[in-house]
Each structure stands twice: as C-alpha cells, then as structure tokens.
C-alpha cells in the first residue's frame, strides 16, 4: 500500500486549510485511516481517523474545527482543517492500518503564520 499526502502550504491564523491522501495497492474492505501531526521537538501524536465504517475519533484540541472524511471507492481521505491555530503547524502524515500492518506517507507540512 502506498499513501500520498497533499495541500499543506502556509496559512494565517484563522484560516483553512484542505489535505487529501490517495491511498493505492492492495486494501482491504476494513481500514482504518488517519492522520498524524509532528510539531518539532513533539512526538507525534494522531489527529483524527476514520473507520470504513464511518466510526470517526478526533484528538480533543481539533474537536469542532477539523473534519476527516473519506471516499472508500477512491481510497481517499480528507482533513478539512478550519480556524488554524498556530499549535496546528507542523508535518501532517497519512496513515493506513490495513490487514494488520501500519502503512505511512510522506509528510505534508502546515504552517500557521501571520
């Protein structure tokens, strides 16, 4: 399986921002996807995922301004990341676990600045 991430870029505080990542290979009926941040000097920590069945966790600090979504029948999935805060900045990553192994993208870098 490979996973590739894009629309990060630079936005000012307040703003928003769309990311997208294609998944492609051999993937099961039941996935789970998700998306990471790293903030330098931090761990990485998980934002949000989404089950193929719908089941959907976000991390409690992006609650109400971030919504994941995906579209099964193109293996996609979307982050729509709305009222950016500076701690939002770092390297998002897409992340599928599917037939029990952990797949990971490429980074895509978010930057929140005036």
């Known amino acids: 399986v490979q996973l590739q991430a894009s629309g990060g870029g630079l936005v000012q505080p307040g703003g928003s921002l769309r990311l997208s990542c294609a998944a492609s290979g051999s993937i099961n009926s039941f996935n789970v996807m998700s998306w990471y941040r790293q903030a330098p000097g931090k761990q990485r920590e998980l934002v949000a995922n989404i089950v193929t069945t719908g089941t959907i966790y976000y991390l409690d600090s992006v609650k109400g301004r971030f919504t994941i979504s995906r579209d099964n029948a193109k293996s996609m999935v979307y982050l729509q990341i709305s009222t950016l805060k500076p701690e939002d900045a770092g390297v998002y990553y897409c992340?599928?676990?599917?037939?029990?192994?952990?797949?990971w993208g490429k980074g895509t870098q978010v930057t929140v600045s005036s």
């Open positions: 992340h599928m676990y599917n037939n029990g192994v952990n797949y």
